[in-house]
């Protein structure tokens, strides 16, 4: 095992949240073994500096506020990722139901004068939106 990698890798996991389908591309990338990247994964696990719960978190919540995406789009993305179901859904049940309704209740309000149901049901499940939450909404406004 190159004994070189370790450092350099701890020192990118350290800089931001990894999971482990990048890290293990990233240790290939870096001239390791294909044999030593489970060894080094554990380690990394281990030591804190890979914990898939915490990217998850991590994930889910800056997607949800940054980008307003919602828990269908996460899901897949998260899944994409290597990300095990138990660990979605914990970070899935980290995003507060309150703040959620209210972002999607906010998006059709911007929507609202531009476009008809539809239109808005459309644009919010693309960006991960539950149709039946979405349509309950609309109503709700009754737009």
Known sequence: ???TILPRIKSWCASQERNVQETEQKILNLGAEPDDIPHM????KEEGFLNPERYATLFAGSKFRMKQWGKVKIRYELEKKGIHE???NTALEGIEQAEYLRTISNLIEQEAGRNNAEKILQKLCTKGFEEEIVREIIDHFGI
């Not at 994964?41 to 990394?44: D, K, Q, S």
């Open 1 to 3: 095992m190159d004994t």
């Open 41 to 44: 994964i554990e380690h990394l």
């Open 86 to 88: 138990t660990e979605i």
